[in-house]
C-alpha cells in the first residue's frame, strides 16, 4: 500500500532537505547533434544553485559547454527529485569550493582541468508514488510554485 501524498509544502521542505543533504545526482546532458550523456555527479546545493565540478576533457563538461541545458536527478524510483535548469562554468568561491570538496569528498580545486558548473534551477519535480504525480512540480520557470 502506497502513502498519502504529501502536500506540496511538506514536498517541497523535503526536497530542499535532499537537496542539502544528498551527495550525488544523475547529470543529463546532450551534445549539440542531439547526443544524450548520462554520468553520475557530487554537487553542492548552494544559495538555490547546484555546483558540480567535473574534468573539462569529460563528455559532461563538453555539453555543458556547448549546451547548458541539464537535468539532475536525485533519488530513486519511489522518491525522486528531477532538476531541470541552465549551466554555467563559475569560479566558485572560496567558501564554496570547501564546503563543495567536504560535502563530495573530492577537492576539484587543486586540479587545472577540473571547472565547476553552477546549475540554475528552472524547473522542479518530485514526487513519491502516483498520488503525487498531479502536483509533483514544484518550480516552474525559476520560480517555486509553493
Known sequence: MTEAARPPAVRKQDTLD???????????TAALDGTPYLMPLSFLWTDGTLLLSTSRTNPTARNL?????VQLTLGEVRDVIHVTGTAEVVDATDAEGAAFAAKAGF???PLPNYPFFRVTPTRIQAWREVEELKDRVLMKGG???V
Open 18 to 28: 535532499r537537496l542539502e543533504k544528498d551527495v550525488d545526482a544523475w547529470v543529463s
Open 65 to 69: 559547454s556547448a549546451n547548458p541545458r
Open 107 to 109: 577537492d576539484p580545486r
Open 143 to 145: 520560480r517555486w510554485l
